[in-house]
Nanobody, 123 residues
Framework: VQLQASGGGLVQAGGSLRLSCAAS????????MGWFRQAPGKEREFVTA????????YYTNSVKGRFTISRDNAKNTVYLQMDNLKPEDTAVYYC?????????????????WGKGTLVTVSS
């Protein structure tokens, strides 16, 4: 399975971006997916996750009410709508495919990772 993330860029604080992550290869569509991010000098952290059917999601507290994860299984694509962006959201964002159908915060349960897309929020 290959994951291609796109949609990153430079945006001013308060602005919006929409990230996409398209999966190709031996995809079954029955896996949870997630987004993680890594800021310079920091560890990779969980942002949000969605189960395979799209009806269960998790968000880290710092993005609740601002970010929305969704998926289109017909397109093997997961999206991350990011609104009211803050400078502290600046990071490389990675999408990942879980080993299981459920949504999970546990980084160790993700088996495939994309290369990441850079999001920079200026103040």
């Amino acid at each position: 399975v290959q994951l291609q993330a796109s949609g990153g860029g430079l945006v001013q604080a308060g602005g919006s971006l929409r990230l996409s992550c398209a999966a190709s290869g031996r995809t079954s569509g029955n896996n949870g997916m997630g987004w993680f991010r890594q800021a310079p000098g920091k560890e990779r952290e969980f942002v949000t996750a969605i189960n395979w059917s799209g009806d269960n999601t998790y968000y880290t507290n710092s993005v609740k009410g601002r970010f929305t994860i969704s998926r289109d299984n017909a397109k093997n694509t997961v999206y991350l709508q990011m609104d009211n962006l803050k400078p502290e959201d600046t990071a490389v964002y990675y999408c990942a495919v879980s080993r299981f159908a459920s949504a999970t915060l546990n980084r160790a349960l993700y088996k495939y990772w994309g290369k990441g897309t850079l999001v920079t929020v200026s103040s």
